[in-house]
Structures are given as C-alpha cells and as structure tokens.
C-alpha cells in the first residue's frame, strides 16, 4: 500500500492547483486566526473587564478550541481539492488506465481514501502548530486542557474530505462536485437547520445534519450556552460523525466498484 501511496504522490507532486490550494489553506488559517487574535486584543484593551469575565479565547486551554472553530470555515478549501483531484482521475481516465495496467477498483479507491486520510491528519498539524503559537503568543504557560478538540478537529476534517469524496465519485464532473458541496454546506444545510428548529421545532434532531454534527462538536467559543444550548453529548456528536463517515466511504466504495470506468 506504500507503494500506491507512492504513485498517488507522483500523480500530484507537479499539479499546480495541489500547492496553490495547500499554501492558501496553510497560510488563510494563520491569516484567520491572526485576525481573530488581533480583533480580540484591541476588544480587550478597551474593555479589560471583558477578559476577566470570559477568558482569553486565544489563551491556553481554550486556544485549540477557538483555532479549531476558526479553521473549522475554511474545510471547504481542501474539499475542493479533494474533488478536483478525484475528478482528474475520470477527466484524464488515469482510474481507467491503473486497472487496466493491474490495480483492482478496490486497491485504487482505497489508497484514494487512504491519501485524503493522511490530508485530513495533516490538517490536524496545522491547527495544532497554529494553536501553539497563538497559545505562546498570549499565554505562554501551555496547556494540555481542551486538547480533545484536536480529535474533534481531524473528525471533523475527515467528515468534509470523504463528504466531498462522496460527491466527486458521485458527479465526476469537479465543476458540479464542487458547487454541491458549498452550496449544501454553506446554504441548504444551513436552510434545513433554520426550518427544523424554528418551523417544526425540532431543534434537537438539526444538530444530526450531515455537516451540522461535526461544526456543532466546535462551537464558538464563548457562544455554546447561546447558539448550541440544546446540543447532545459529544459522545453523541461523535457516534453520528463516525456513521455518517461509513456511509461515506460505503457509498463512495460502492459507487466506483460498480460503475463502468
């Protein structure tokens, strides 16, 4: 399997579009964290009493938290080059001329998951590294509280990546992939949610949307007892999130096996 990983890395190491996403995602997560930080110290330079009261979110332990609802908006980068990379294979018909030169349809979708596995444990570094160094920035006493949101990081990750997976096996089309995948994110989850808790009040059962349960497992800081005051367990949150990941991977799985190349 190491060697397929191997082949997957010389089939993108020269894609152009692979390091202007990654240097965007890496550097739009220290930006939206900068700005964040920063709109907080002049917050807390003109009302220091605010501090007291809440917290530093920026500070250890609530530091992996807040970078990780931060970062949390910007999942839908590395999505799309999840799609667009998956896509390429049917475009290019490279899926077609790996079984034909061997390789089973269960060995290439593997190592696909595989690859956006090992992109989703790399998205959990960054936030980390980024954490730590806002962490030091405010309080440079470091601490370990709170680190269970780096777990519900890469969960959370791993959730949008094999979603957007799903989308890309589905549509093979990256351009309809993609406007799938934001528009349900960022507008038709959203719509359902609204309906659901204000419409039919079933505000518990809104916290279980696709997407919804992982974003609800890193609430705003600060905000959980406002905007998320019914939510379940994480415990709960976390059950769905890895259910939801199987029929992901089920139906991605499913859908490349049995489909003519």
């Known amino acids: ?55 530093n979110p920026y500070a250890f332990p609530k530091v992996w938290q807040t970078v990780g609802w931060m970062s949390s908006w910007l999942l839908y980068l590395p999505g799309m080059l999840v799609i667009m990379l998956m896509t390429n294979e049917f475009n290019f018909k490279t899926h077609r001329q790996n079984v034909i030169d061997g390789l089973s349809r269960n060995q290439f979708i593997t190592v696909k998951m595989m690859l956006f596995f090992l992109l989703a444990f790399i998205i959990t570094l960054i936030n980390f590294f980024t954490g730590l160094t806002f962490g030091f920035i405010t309080d440079g006493s470091f601490s370990t509280d709170g680190m269970q949101f780096l777990a ?68 705003l800081p600060f ?31 499913k859908k490349f096996v049995t489909d003519d190349l």
């Open 152 to 219: 519900y990081i890469f969960l959370q990750s791993i959730a949008y990546i094999f979603f957007a997976l799903m989308l890309a096996v589905l549509f093979r089309r990256s351009g309809l992939a993609i406007i799938v995948f934001i528009l349900f994110g960022l507008i038709f989850e959203w719509l359902i949610t609204a309906t659901m808790t204000f419409q039919l009040h079933w505000t518990p059962y809104s916290y279980f949307l696709p997407l919804q349960t992982s974003d609800v497992l890193i609430p």
């Open 223 to 253: 905000g959980k007892d406002v905007i998320y005051k019914d939510a379940p367990s994480a415990i709960s949150l976390v059950v769905a999130i890895l259910l939801y990941i199987s029929a992901y991977l089920f139906f991605t799985r």
């Open 1 to 55: 399997m190491l060697h397929l990983l191997k082949i997957e890395w010389l089939k993108i190491k020269n894609y152009r579009a692979f390091w202007v996403f990654s240097l965007l995602y890496l550097a739009s997560i220290f930006l939206i964290n900068y700005i964040g930080w920063n709109i907080q110290q002049q917050a807390f330079e003109k009302a220091p009493q605010a501090q007291q009261l809440l917290g």
